[in-house]
Each structure stands twice: as structure tokens, then as C-alpha cells.
């Protein structure tokens, strides 16, 4: 138990900062570079917390910190290739909530810096979050009547029983709708609204320098894992370390796919895409979990 | 070449007979007749032309009557004339800086603005700082 | 990797991590800023040598000052120079951060670019290849391994001299001194 509870975090951490490297050399081989080495988030990440940083007040360090513990709790509730410390408590429903608190601890810690393009990104961040939770929470709800349970442990063993759920025949249209909201929740290129360096200097990381720099890309590698771990884990069925670890390349290489080609949507546009197919589609596979038995 | 007092009649009729887009004000300075010229170049998009108006004032008082009244967009280019020439424009609504940071005794963009010597005066006073050997 | 620069990694991650990361602040002045596209792009691909752009001065640790400066961007250059967090290191790029190059005789211009704030590294030219930010980053990495890119240091220890500098070009200073001025009767 204790073991798993340490192991969980340092597994996640270790694959989002991989993912983060891959990232990079993935969008650099796209666009015809040799790109950076894998392990250049490591190095760069080593460089932050050896720079002078320069901190705006309490709020400011306690808001980056909530959200890092925010991203943290999610991550011991979502079990990775059975690995599940909080298995029996929580589940689904759990996870709904604590998926908010990483954007909102942003938001404490860039309010607290008074900077005009802070507040643009708090909102177009927290707009953002809202436009993926409405499919997001309608994908949940089919997934929770179809196998009616909110463990995703449970989830993922019936599905090693009977396919997976994306291929399976009420829940295929909310898999097609979590493929359509993952960019926006992986904050990847069409969806990148909320940090776009070239519109607003890198949104709600412009007053983040050094440690605090290197807290926020932390984040955003457990965010990355978060996104695609609960993926792999309602839709593709889990599977053991392996196969969940390859799963989950798969799926990330697609997101990355879709990053280096696709130019960024205006704020309005992001939702209104959000809130038109992928909504629908959800809604409809909701209805059909519903139906049909 | 327009009289100094003619010119924004002048300027108005040229609008009314089509020529309605001022593309830039200007000023020669003619040191030797102590004079400046001021420069209007106007165009006309339905007859795809460009009318060159020119207006002479004296160095010693450059007083020239505003170009808004006629056309609007005459403003930054006035202002700037203002700042580097150091023309007065009667009736401009603000003739504040707008490019320069520091002070100039002469406007610099005069001829007898010696810049070399302001060079000499100014940046190449500033020390260099040295290391500590 | 080799055994040499794993013991180098152990020894002194501080500056090992500084070489191979440098995040760049561009600064947008003059002709030189041209150069800059294609070499953070596919053609010459500075990522590879983990150069890349950001945004903010906040986040950045190399500064390039890509041409003229005149007097009203010296002012941005110095508040963007004090924001950015330290160990940081400033290269000028093109013939005139260096003497004025062919703005030597003009009105607005400062000169000197060191008279203001220091600058570890230069690459001449009017203006340079974009090669030439390759040799620039590669020659940053054998002064930070030596220890000799201490502009940052010589900033701070000599702060009242380079703000008298700064105050004669600018006149009144709008923003408080960034470290304590100590004041020697002078």
C-alpha cells in the first residue's frame, strides 16, 4: 500500500517528463528538424530550480503548490496497469471533482501577481476547462450506466472481459467524443489558448520564473499523463504495465500528431467546438449507454 | 508651390475634386534661403495619381496652420514634424512627443544640427566600465 | 555520454544544466532580428543545442540583442535585463550593440551597448550569419564552463556605476534601483 502510494506519483512523473521530451522530438521531426534530445525537460528542469526566482507574494506560492497536490490526488485515484493505492474509495466520481483543482490553483497563483496578461490566461484557461468538462462529465455518466460502477479498477477489469469499451457497441460514440475533447484537455495546439506565447507572453506562466517555472511544467507533465491514463483506462481497456505504457504512447503521439499540424482556435471558437460535436456526440452516447442494455 | 496662408483651401479643393488620400506630410530644410518647405503629397485612387503640394515658411518662425481640419490622418505626421523640425502647427490638438526619449536644444533633423559634435558631447562622455585587474 | 561528462553532471549540475538550456529572450531591434526566424526554425534549428524562445524575460536566461539600440529601447533592454533571473547571460548580435556600427554619428543611438548594462559575448557583423548564433552559443558554453561569463556578477557588484551610466543617457530612472546603491561620499 505505502509502496504503491510512493510508486504511483514517481511512475507518473517519470512517464510525463518522458512524454514531455517526446513532445518535443516528435513536433521537431514534423517540421523537418533534428530537434533537442529526450532528456532535454530533465535538463531543463535541473536549470530552473537553480535559478533565482522571484516569488509575488504567499498566494503565489501556495496556488502553484495546490495545484501540483490537486494533480497529485488525481493521480493516486487513477489506477495505472492496476497499480491503485485509493482503489475502493472514490473512483469516477472523485476524479470529476479533483480534475478542477490544478486550473484553479493556477488561477490563486496568478492572481496574486497583478499581471493583465495573467488575468486574460486565468480566464481563457478557466473558460477553457469549462468547455471540455461539459462532454467530459456526459462521457463519465455514460461510462458509470453502462458498467454500473464508479470504481475504474472494475471498469477496466469488465473491459478485459468484453473488448474495448471504444469498440463496444453503447459506448463507442463517447469514445469518439473523448478522442474529440482530448487536444483541449491536454492543452495541445488547437486548444493551447490559455498559454499561446505569441498572443498573451505565455499566459498564466509570465510571472513564473525558476522554481516556480519548474513546479508549473511538473504540472503539466502530470497533466498530460492525467488526460491520457483516464483514456487508456475507460476506453482502451487497461492492461498490464507494458501495454498500458504502449497504449498510452499511442494514444499521445496522436495528440501530438494533431499539435504540430493544426493552427490555434480563437477562445470562442475552442468552445464552441467544444460545446457543439463533442457535446453532442456525448449526449447521444449517453442516451444510447441509457437504452440500450 | 502654395502660399502658407492658401494652403489649407488649396488643400480642401484638391480633396473635393477627388484627390482625398494625404499620404504624407514632409519638410525640406533649405538652409541657404533659410526656409523650410513643407511637403504634401496627396492621391487619388480613382485616378490613380499623385499630387505633390509644396509651401514655403521662414526658419526663424515656423508657423503653419494644421492639416486636420481637412484630412485627419495628418496628425502623427505633423506631430513628428514637429518633433524633429520643430515646426509649430497651429490648432493640432497635442503636439507631444513621439519618438524621441531625451531633449534636444536643436531639433535634430536641422541642418545645423551638428550631430557629430552632439556624439562627442553626449555618448562618447559616458565612461566604459572596467573590470578589476 | 561519456564517463567525462557524467562525473562533469555530478560535479557541477548548476552549470551543465545552464549550457544545455538556454532559454532565449529575443529582443526585436533593428535588421538583425531577421536572422532570427530561420534559426529558431527548420532551416538551422537552434533547438537542437536546447535554445529556444520564450516570452517573458522571466523565464529567460540569455538575452539577445539583435541590432541598433536606441535611446527609448534602451530603456526596455535595461527592465527586461533586471527581470530576467540570474545566472544570466547577454549576447550582442550585429556590428552596432558593439560601436554603433553605421549609426555611429546618429543623434538617438547609444554606442556602446557594455556602457549600460554587460555583455559577455559579441558576434560582429552587419549583420552576422545565422550561423554565427551557433558559435555564439557554442563559445557561451566554454566561458560558463570556465566561469568567465559573469556579467551578472560584475552587474551587481558594479550596479551604481553602470545607474549613473544609465541615468546620464536617460535622465530620471523611473523604477527603483534593483540592488542597494551604497554611497561612497562620491
Known sequence: MVIKLIALPLIAFVIGIFFLGLFRKITARIHRRYGPPLTQPVIDIIKLFYQKSVSHGRLFDFGIIVSLAGSLAVILFLPFAGICPLESSGGLLVIAYLLLFAPLGIALSGGEAANPNISIGISRKLILSLGYEVPLILILLAVMTHYKTISIAQIVSMQQKTGWAVFSAPLFLSGISYILILPAMLGVRPFDIASAPQEISSGVKVEYGGKFLALATIEHAFHLFIGISLFVNLFLGGGNVFVFFLKMIFVFIAGVFVHSVFPRFRTEQAVKYLWGWPALIALLGLVLAVTVK | ?133 | MDRNKISKWLKEPDKMSGKYSLWALYFCTGCGIIEVPPVLTSRWDAERFGVIPVATPRQANLFLITGYVSVKTLRAIIRSYEQMPEPKYVVGFGSCPINGGMYWDSYNTIKHLDKYIPVDGWIAGCPPRPEAIFVAVTHLWTLIDKGMAKGYVKYREKYELYRRNQEKVLGTLEWPPLFPIKDDGK
Open chain 2, 1 to 133: 508651390m502654395a502660399k502658407k496662408e492658401e494652403i489649407l483651401n488649396v488643400l480642401k479643393s484638391f480633396r473635393d475634386k477627388g484627390y482625398d488620400h494625404l499620404e504624407m506630410v514632409s519638410c525640406v530644410d533649405r538652409i541657404k534661403e533659410n526656409k523650410f518647405e513643407i511637403v504634401y503629397i496627396l492621391s487619388s485612387y480613382g485616378e490613380n495619381e499623385t499630387v505633390i503640394l509644396k509651401t514655403a515658411i521662414s526658419r526663424e518662425n515656423p508657423q503653419i496652420p494644421s492639416a486636420i481640419p481637412v484630412f485627419e490622418n495628418a496628425e502623427p505626421y505633423e506631430r513628428e514634424l514637429h518633433e524633429l523640425f520643430g515646426i509649430d502647427f497651429e490648432g493640432h490638438p497635442r503636439l507631444t512627443p513621439l519618438l524621441l526619449e531625451r531633449k534636444y536644444k536643436i531639433p535634430p533633423f536641422r541642418k545645423d544640427f551638428d550631430t557629430r559634435k552632439y556624439v562627442k558631447e553626449v555618448f562618447d562622455e559616458i565612461p566604459f566600465i572596467e573590470d578589476k585587474k
